[in-house]
Nanobody
Framework: VQLQASGGGLVQAGGSLRLSCETS????????MGWFRQAPGKEREFVAA????????AYSDSVKGRFTISRDNAKNTVYLQMNSLEPEDTAIYYC???????????????????WGQGTQVTVSS
């Protein structure tokens, strides 16, 4: 299974970006998909997740109300719409896929089986 993240870039505070992550080589429609991020010198942290049907989502407190995760199973792609970006959102963003994860474990890195290469998001003040 391969995950290809894209859509990162440089944006001013208050701006928006949409990240995409296209999956190939597996059964995307059955996977729970997640986004994580890692800032320099910090641990990789959970951002958002979406269950296979798209009916259930989860967000970290730091992005709730500003970011929206969605998926298009026909395109094997998961998205992360990021609005009202802040300098603190600067990080490398990674997408991940899980074959089996329970809701209470959505935010745990070790719940995910496959990872993409990451895309850089830089928010200037």
């Amino acid at each position: 299974v391969q995950l290809q993240a894209s859509g990162g870039g440089l944006v001013q505070a208050g701006g928006s970006l949409r990240l995409s992550c296209e999956t190939s080589g597996g059964t995307f429609r059955t996977y729970t998909m997640g986004w994580f991020r890692q800032a320099p010198g910090k641990e990789r942290e959970f951002v958002a997740a979406i269950k296979w049907s798209g009916s259930s989502t989860a967000y970290s407190d730091s992005v709730k109300g500003r970011f929206t995760i969605s998926r298009d199973n026909a395109k094997n792609t998961v998205y992360l719409q990021m609005n009202s970006l802040e300098p603190e959102d600067t990080a490398i963003y990674y997408c991940a896929a899980s074959r089996t994860v329970i809701t209470s474990m959505l935010s745990q890195r070790n719940s995910y089986d496959y990872w993409g290469q990451g895309t850089q998001v830089t928010v200037s003040s």
